[in-house]
């Protein structure tokens, strides 16, 4: 950057990068008020002004979903109001969390919204707050809410969610728990459900109206092939790591120096079959106690697996009220999703922009945080949109992969004289022709021109 912009590398160091983001006002942390938008919310309705200058922005469709990250908050700060501890999906419930909301244009996956909201708050508490901010941004950018259809997943699809949404005058398309759906939509036999366009191969559908949450709305069985080929895969595993660690139990507990008592081996067995969906309804076990010690002898239930390939697996009951949305176009909604996914498995993992591990731990540097990571998100997918160009099947991590290998190199060679200056070269390295193509889009000669000559001596 400082051979970009010409400025001097003192600019950019860690004290002078929070210096100048410390001159953002920023007001206290409102989880349940709208009221007075402060410099980072009004900088987000500034950038999506940007984004639909540049035609990337379709309004019609947007995703959304929450996610939590760890932090290294310490437990005696109580001047921090957004760490808190939680349920952590990266397993690290010692630790205080942050939760975000996040909300991406549905076709080029540009961040339009986000919002930072308490740990402690489930994805159904984060949605509640997430709502009323998100519709009173909509009405500042002046996008209608009723050309806006909100598609998420089943973690937020709570009662209260749905009757705010109703009041809000937006459209949404979301899934449903499995309990929750109406038995008549989910069980639906495999012979009436119909097979979409070629666009979404091994993906069959049925839509039905049904009475859910108080009032009618569209309900869609969604099978699909390929979801269940995963299912399957990921359950066989379970039940092989599962029926081992039983056997080991059963092992252990013919010791003679073995000491579990009936109570601390059942609940050993039960969070076992707790530790992976359905293992509860496959696996079936009897204890008994013979000769003083402990016996366990478990099995299978073919039956129950067969019931599950039948009726459960690879089906997903979607809802919407948008009654007159066909089968097709909610399934095609709803499929985006794991788009949104993919970005917080990019921010945790640290393969896109690595949001942590953040050592943060006052509000406001919290917030700074959340925006630049999902400015970051925001410039990666732009770029990945300008690659699609010249590369129309490629991904973002191939995109990475690919611009990961190309290189400017300086050569220097030694001056011509006693007194002469030393010479440099600058050469780029040898690229394939997908490094061309992206190098060509992405205007790569303007920022590393060829350069043959003599250095320059700076006083």
């Known amino acids: 950057m400082p051979s970009l912009w010409h400025l001097p590398a003192e600019r950019f160091t860690s004290q002078a990068f929070w210096d100048c983001f410390d001159q953002i006002q920023l007001g206290p942390l409102q989880t349940d008020a709208v009221d007075g938008h402060d410099e980072l919310d009004r900088a987000q309705g500034q950038l999506l002004g940007l984004w639909k200058a540049q035609q990337l922005v379709g309004p019609r469709l947007l995703s959304y979903d929450a996610t939590n990250f760890y932090t290294f908050v310490a437990s ?42 308490p740990g402690n708050l489930s994805d159904a508490g984060g949605f509640s707050t997430s709502l009323p901010r998100l519709s009173q941004f909509l009405g500042d950018i002046q996008v209608a809410r009723g050309s806006v259809t909100l598609v998420f997943d089943k973690g937020a699809a709570a009662l209260a969610n749905t009757l705010a949404l109703d009041q809000s005058g937006v459209g949404w398309v979301s899934a449903l728990p499995w309990n929750q759906a109406p038995p008549a939509c989910r069980g639906t036999p495999s012979d009436q459900l119909t097979a979409l366009s070629p666009d979404q191969p091994s993906v069959q559908a049925a839509h039905t109206t049904q009475v859910v949450h108080g009032r009618e709305r569209a309900c869609v069985l969604r099978y699909s ?31 003679p120096d073995c000491r579990l008592i009936e109570a601390q081996i059942r609940t050993k067995i039960t969070r076992r079959l707790a530790a992976a969906q359905f293992l509860d309804v496959l696996i079936r076990y009897t204890l008994v106690r013979t000769n003083g010690h402990w016996r366990v002898q478990f099995d299978v239930d073919t039956a129950a697996f067969h019931r599950l390939l039948i009726e459960r697996l690879g089906r997903t009951v979607l809802m919407t009220n948008r009654l007159d949305c066909s089968a097709e176009k909610v399934v095609a909604a709803y499929g985006g999703q794991p788009n949104v996914e993919q970005v917080f498995r990019g921010l945790k993992d640290g393969d896109w922009l690595g949001w942590g591990p953040m050592y943060h731990w006052t509000d406001r540097k919290i917030r700074v945080h959340a925006f630049y990571c999902m400015l970051g998100i925001s410039l990666l997918h732009y770029v990945h949109s300008h690659a699609r160009r010249v590369c129309q099947q490629i991904t973002v991590d191939q995109l990475k992969a690919e611009l990961a290998g190309i290189y400017d190199f300086v050569l220097l060679y030694p001056p011509q004289g006693q007194k002469g200056p030393p010479r440099t070269a600058s050469v780029q390295s040898k690229q394939t022709l997908t490094q061309v193509l992206l190098a060509q889009a992405l205007g790569f000669d303007a920022f590393a021109p060829r350069r043959v000559g003599k250095t320059r001596r700076r006083s």
């Open 76 to 117: 005696t700060n109580d001047r921090n109001t957004i760490a808190r501890r939680g349920h952590n999906r990266q397993g690290r419930h010692n630790l205080r969390q942050v939760g975000l909301s996040y909300v991406p244009d549905g076709t080029h996956g540009l961040s339009l919204y986000h919002h930072v909201y």
């Open 225 to 255: 092939a390929l979801f269940l080929s995963e299912q399957v895969h990921s359950l066989s595993t379970s039940l092989a790591t599962t029926t081992q660690a039983l056997r080991r139990l059963s092992v252990d507990l013919a010791r």
